[in-house]
């Protein structure tokens, strides 16, 4: 009988390309994949540790799947990812449940680390490495609607956010092999796949030295894009000190390069930048964003912003506020501040913003935003986009969903198309996630 293996994926996208990694890598040592937690002989728990919120849950998630222990005492429960990074040997020793802990660069291991499990020892690999990028794994697919993938394109992070535990968990910024890369990329489209998403912390610091080929980011998305004209490429994320005007171009040149950029602000408030450690000002970002809509005039943008770090004023707040008005962001994500042990802000700033201010200040900031998204959206109403199709909507079996190049989510009725099919669709209407429209 094979053995199953279920796994479970928190946090970002990277995350989730990892997870198809680990699949692999226990694949090839006989374990069978199952999206059945009760037939499962390994579970799997891909974790998170970004906020405290993110850890809180997985705990959360340990408590309501201990049940499964007591029916099956030779079930093997693994932490891996962020979180088991973050708090290595203490998972093991503080939580019962827990039979494996390995952090992001030791997935190799795992087929080793399960079987000293099975044998009855408790198995910890939390090494983090500065060459690993699993390059030469391919990864086994969890996607629902294999039109869309994520491909890893580096690892790790060098930047020294003051908030962010990145770095600790993920350790040193490493780039892959543009050769697996592209490999990669042309099987996802042979196998049916029509877009992909290369992923790094700061995919503008991506550099390749080899004996024949020295490349930046905007020269492996170029090579990317020119795998196939009928493949849409997307990429994540990209830092505001780093986006280059080459970049810009570059995506400018090739239809099939997604017109959308995620440029996270983070902060609109230069004293909070700087104690922030992002490396550029207000001033810096507009900048940046002004080169975006005079290069790539239809770009869609999309950002972070964090309320409530150390010190922040109710004046630094109305920064940001600015900052995201002026921007018109297309899209946001909003986050309170949560201090994250170890690093630089933990270890030098208090954590002086009250949890009730923090609240306050994210409120009326997402407030501002859905009002933004919203003009944002009726902007496109009349306009015609290539959607590319996705599959069907979440609602009904009559209408198919899927997303402009500038990445907003459309819904039309599904005539006869398919999934992967590019459709040109005439938006009619909108709701407050979605437009609305019909195939012309
Ligand atoms: N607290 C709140 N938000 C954070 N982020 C990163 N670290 C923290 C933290 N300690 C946010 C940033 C980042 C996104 C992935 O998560 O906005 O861009
Ligand atoms: Fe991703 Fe960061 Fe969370 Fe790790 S801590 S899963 S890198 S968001």
Same mark, same amino acid.
């Given at each position: /009988? =094979?053995?199953?293996?279920?796994?479970?994926?928190?946090?970002?996208?990277?995350?989730?390309?990892?997870?198809?990694?680990?699949?692999?890598?226990?694949? #090839?040592?006989?374990?069978?994949?199952? %999206?059945?937690?009760?037939?499962?002989?390994?579970?799997?728990?891909?974790?998170?540790?970004?906020?405290?919120?993110?850890?809180?849950?997985?705990?959360?998630?340990?408590?309501?799947?201990?049940?499964?222990?007591?029916?099956?005492?030779?079930?093997?429960?693994?932490?891996?990812?962020? /979180?088991?990074?973050?708090?290595?040997?203490?998972?093991?020793?503080?939580?019962?449940?827990?039979?494996?802990?390995?952090?992001?660069?030791?997935?190799?291991?795992?087929?080793?680390?399960?079987?000293?499990?099975?044998?009855?020892?408790?198995?910890?690999?939390?090494?983090?490495?500065?060459?690993?990028?699993?390059?030469?794994?391919?990864?086994?697919?969890?996607?629902?609607?294999?039109?869309? &993938?994520?491909?890893?394109?580096?690892?790790?992070?060098?930047?020294?956010?003051?908030?962010?535990?990145?770095?600790?968990?993920?350790?040193?910024?490493?780039?892959?092999?543009?050769?697996?890369?592209?490999?990669?990329?042309?099987?996802?489209?042979?196998?049916?796949?029509?877009?992909?998403?290369?992923?790094?912390?700061?995919?503008?610091?991506?550099?390749?030295?080899?004996?024949?080929?020295?490349?930046?980011?905007? %020269?492996?998305?170029?090579?990317?894009?020119?795998?196939?004209?009928?493949?849409?490429?997307?990429?994540?994320?990209?830092?505001?000190?780093?986006? =280059?005007?080459?970049?810009?171009?570059?995506?400018?040149?090739?239809?099939?390069?997604?017109?959308?950029?995620?440029?996270?602000?983070?902060?609109?408030?230069?004293?909070?930048?700087?104690?922030?450690?992002?490396?550029?000002?207000?001033?810096?970002?507009?900048?940046?964003?002004?080169?975006?809509?005079?290069?790539?005039?239809?770009?869609?943008?999309?950002? %972070?912003?964090?309320?409530?770090?150390?010190?922040?004023?109710?004046?630094?707040?109305?920064?940001?506020?600015?900052?995201?008005?002026?921007?018109? *962001?297309?899209?946001?994500?909003?986050?309170?501040? &949560?201090?994250?042990?170890?690093?630089?802000?933990?270890?030098?700033?208090?954590?002086?913003?009250?949890?009730?201010?923090?609240?306050?200040?994210?409120?009326?900031?997402?407030?501002?935003?859905?009002? !933004?998204?919203?003009?944002?959206?009726?902007?496109? !109403?009349?306009?015609?986009?290539?959607?590319?199709?996705?599959? *069907? =909507?979440?609602?009904?079996?009559? *209408?198919?969903?899927?997303?402009?190049?500038?990445?907003?989510?459309?819904?039309?009725?599904?005539?006869?198309?398919?999934?992967? #099919?590019?459709?040109?669709?005439?938006?009619?209407?909108?709701?407050?996630?979605?437009?609305?429209?019909? &195939?012309?």
């Amino acid at each position: /009988m =094979s053995k199953k293996v279920y796994i479970e994926t928190y946090g970002c996208q990277m995350n989730v390309a990892d997870s198809e990694v680990v699949v692999s890598i226990l694949s #090839e040592a006989g374990y069978e994949p199952t %999206d059945n937690i009760k037939e499962a002989g390994l579970i799997l728990i891909n974790t998170c540790s970004i906020r405290d919120n993110a850890e809180q849950r997985i705990w959360g998630r340990l408590t309501a799947i201990s049940y499964l222990k007591k029916q099956n005492k030779d079930l093997k429960i693994g932490i891996i990812g962020c /979180m088991a990074e973050r708090l290595k040997e203490k998972l093991i020793e503080t939580d019962q449940l827990v039979d494996i802990v390995v952090g992001p660069d030791a997935y190799r291991e795992l087929p080793l680390l399960v079987a000293e499990a099975e044998s009855g020892h408790k198995a910890v690999n939390v090494l983090l490495s500065r060459e690993e990028t699993y390059s030469d794994i391919s990864p086994v697919r969890m996607d629902k609607n294999g039109v869309s &993938s994520f491909v890893s394109i580096m690892r790790g992070c060098n930047n020294m956010c003051a908030y962010c535990v990145v770095p600790y968990v993920r350790g040193a910024e490493r780039s892959r092999n543009p050769e697996s890369i592209l490999k990669e990329v042309k099987e996802l489209f042979a196998h049916g796949y029509r877009e992909v998403t290369l992923l790094g912390q700061n995919v503008d610091s991506y550099k390749w030295e080899g004996n024949k080929v020295n490349m930046g980011f905007h %020269d492996l998305l170029e090579k990317v894009a020119l795998v196939n004209p009928l493949l849409r490429v997307r990429f994540s994320t990209s830092h505001p000190k780093d986006i =280059s005007d080459e970049l810009l171009h570059t995506i400018a040149r090739h239809e099939n390069i997604c017109k959308h950029i995620h440029l996270p602000a983070q902060s609109g408030s230069n004293p909070i930048l700087k104690l922030m450690n992002r490396e550029y000002s207000r001033e810096g970002y507009m900048e940046r964003v002004s080169a975006i809509r005079t290069i790539i005039p239809e770009c869609s943008l999309s950002t %972070d912003m964090i309320t409530g770090f150390c010190t922040e004023t109710d004046e630094d707040h109305k920064e940001s506020l600015s900052l995201m008005e002026w921007g018109g *962001f297309d899209f946001a994500y909003m986050f309170k501040y &949560s201090e994250r042990p170890g690093t630089k802000a933990a270890r030098k700033y208090k954590d002086d913003v009250p949890e009730n201010i923090k609240s306050a200040r994210l409120s009326e900031m997402i407030s501002l935003q859905n009002k !933004i998204s919203a003009k944002s959206k009726k902007k496109d !109403i009349g306009m015609v986009f290539v959607v590319l199709v996705e599959g *069907f =909507s979440k609602r009904s079996g009559e *209408f198919l969903s899927g997303r402009t190049s500038q990445n907003k989510v459309v819904v039309f009725p599904s005539g006869n198309y398919q999934r992967g #099919e590019y459709v040109k669709v005439l938006i009619e209407k909108c709701t407050s996630a979605t437009l609305i429209g019909k &195939s012309i």
